[in-house]
């Protein structure tokens, strides 16, 4: 939990509302954000200033992406500032709502308004202009057909999130929550970070979208099946490890089967935190293909066969058994002494 200053002209005994705020700005926000909003000017009149976004969340029973949307969204309309220091760690933030009112008097900045220095602008959305309101309404109710309920308003402010901040048309939107859904994740976290991820590779149209995704659920089964395992989708946890690997680390799908192969000669079990360790290894040695591993291999047999050889041998050690001096017979004599007996 981060700590952070906030800071504005001071209050006292009351928390005061701009009419400004009320008839121009509250109108088109989303709910949850006005609850933050209004929230922060009542912290800014208290003897309490410093504030943190974990503290936020639990106030409002949100999540920390919540209120971290929340605070861009009012930075973009200027109603506050958001500072950060050398590390990109939020340190304060300062409220700013008579400079907005002069900067565009009567009328609340545009959704299209700069971003803070320290986060890359949004992509347009596809067609370049803001949802309208039957548009959106249709979209969040295709979305809670695919996810068999109504949506929050906290469920309603992510869905729109990837539209306002990630760029995504509707289309996409639609056949994201359409794609997880298939792959039995209805949570809006998952989708969420799904979307993060496509807005990162770069997906802006359907099409790039199903091509990549088609692409990566045919590497996914088949690491699937290098560790033996079929029948089934991998698991949320598994596709993180899988996605690391291919997309963060650039492994090819042979050097993963290999790490995988080599999981299952070791420890008779597919285990993907073995196989992690394995190409966690070879990304420090810098492998990047199959013939890489030769001479590396070569490297650990060499050790190998030097600390075998210098293994101390193992002597016989005398037992109770042999701790006596043995002794040889003439079992023929014997046999003669027995009878004469």
Known sequence: MTPFQLHGPAQTGHTPVSDVFLDEYMPAANGEYVKVYLYLLRCLKSDVQELSVTLIADKFDHTESDVH???KYWEKMHLLKLEYDDSKTLTGICLTEDQAQKAVPGKAPSLKAEAPAQEPLPKPSKDGRPFSQEEARQLLFICEQYLGKTLSSTEVSRILFFHDTLGFSADLIEYLVEYCVSKGHKSLRYIESVAIGWHKSGYTTVTQAKEQTS???KAYFSILKAFGIFGRSPVEGEIAYM?????????SQELIAEACGRTMSAIHQPSFEYADKILSRWKEQNVTRLSDLAPLDQQHQTAKSKTDG???????QSSRFHNFRERSYNFQ??????INH
């Open 69 to 71: 949307r929340a605070l």
């Open 215 to 217: 692409t990566y659920n």
């Open 243 to 251: 996605n690391k690997w291919m997309k963060e680390w650039g492994f």
């Open 310 to 316: 210098q293994a101390p041998k193992k002597t016989a």
């Open 333 to 338: 004599e014997l046999e003669k002494q027995l």
